[in-house]
């Protein structure tokens, strides 16, 4: 009979994860606003209460100006941003007519070694432009689509920002009244731990952005490359994808390298200095900037992203881990859930070392203390 309702009760768990995934498949132009208007609402709220308790400012004005500063720092990142890039696409054609030469050079010696003659790898009609635009047509087709939506999100993100920082105290009694078997300060705990990782995570994201993107730019410069600076914060700023956001960053530079440089080594030079700051990054900085306060280990990481990336695309790589982070403290704080919660935390020395090193070290205190 036990075993009869450990079946039903597996198989309800499973067909309710289903259908999560299912709604938040079909529901994502709805959630991921929302998602990144909690995640802006997190970092804007010191604003908010700095305004209210300092300076005495009512609700609505502190409100409407923790966002209007929100909207301005993220307008000001993306005119950078897009500025720059105008600049490039003004040189467009003189880039890839040299990378053109130089892709056409690296054939003819291919075709040279391998004495393929006159069955060409390419020819010259594959390179042009309107074909490629012709051959990746739809691929324009989604990428316009999708523009569409992300102007609707850049209306729809600050007015959920507004309302979740002027509601605050309201959502927060509809948490009270919806989970009324649990106290108020056990809530208050949860939400407590929730906004200190997600607020640990954005300041010690820009600021591993900010150490990243200097050290970029000074390897930029060091191989001469133009606009160092530019690229350097461009490659930190895509370290909101994890794992993947610094290879995309070092594509740009690399192929500028290529196009304005005589030597490929220079590309070369820029993956190489851009992959040791990532070893830097993953390995010092990012630990020494959050340390242990956003407890997720490298296997649920990456596996959040592949998931997450698969759900929601770019968008959902980036907001793999706060989620991830998001559900340990939901899954420690659940009865019942807690070792979905040690499984997403970091593993302790004692699950990372050997059992004959454990013994080792247990033989060696019995005889430490047998002697003295």
């Known amino acids: 009979m036990n075993a009869k309702k450990h079946v039903n009760h597996s198989a309800l768990s499973l067909l309710a994860l289903i259908a999560v995934v299912f709604i938040l498949y079909i529901l994502k132009p709805f959630i991921v606003p929302i998602l990144f208007a909690i995640i802006l609402s997190v970092m804007g709220f010191p ?28 307008g000001l990142v993306f005119f950078l941003i897009s500025s720059r890039l105008m600049y490039f696409m003004d040189n467009s054609e003189l880039y890839s007519q040299k990378l053109g ?33 012709k051959a990746n047509l739809d691929k324009i087709v989604i990428l316009l689509t999708e523009s569409s939506s992300i102007i609707s999100d850049l209306v729809l993100i600050p007015i959920y920002v507004f309302f979740f920082l002027y509601y605050r105290a309201f959502f927060r009694t509809f948490i009270y009244k919806a989970f009324k078997s649990k106290s108020k300060s056990f809530i208050n705990n949860v939400l407590n731990r929730i906004y200190e990782i997600q607020q640990n ?29 530019f690229f350097g914060f461009l490659a930190a700023f895509l370290l909101l994808i994890p794992y993947i956001g610094v290879i995309i960053g070092s594509l740009l530079p690399a192929i500028i390298a290529l196009a304005t440089k005589d030597s490929a080594w220079y590309a070369i030079g820029v993956i190489g200095v851009f992959g040791f700051i990532q070893f830097l990054e993953g390995n010092f900085i990012t630990p020494k900037v959050t340390g242990s306060k956003v407890s997720v280990n490298a296997f649920v990481a990456i596996s959040s992203l592949v998931l997450f990336s698969m759900l929601w695309g770019i968008t959902g790589m980036i907001l793999a881990l706060p989620i991830t982070a998001t559900l340990k ?20 020395d004692k699950h990372l070392q050997s059992r004959a090193r454990l013994r080792l070290k247990k033989w060696k205190s019995l005889r430490k203390a047998k002697y003295s």
């Open 329 to 348: 403290i939901l899954f420690d704080s659940t009865p019942g859930y807690e070792a979905y919660g040690f499984l997403i935390g970091e593993p302790v």
């Open 201 to 229: 995570y954005l300041l010690g994201l820009i600021t591993v952005i900010f150490i990243v993107g200097c050290l970029n730019s000074l390897g930029l410069l060091a191989l001469g490359i133009g606009n160092p600076f």
């Open 47 to 74: 604003l908010q209460r700095f305004l209210e308790k300092k300076w005495r400012c009512n609700r609505l004005f502190a409100t409407l100006t923790c966002v209007i500063a929100l909207i301005f720092l993220v």
């Open 101 to 133: 030469e130089l892709f056409q050079k690296s054939v003819n010696s291919l075709e040279h070694t391998f004495n393929i003659g006159n069955n060409r790898l390419f020819s010259q009609q594959d390179l042009k432009a309107e074909n490629i635009i």
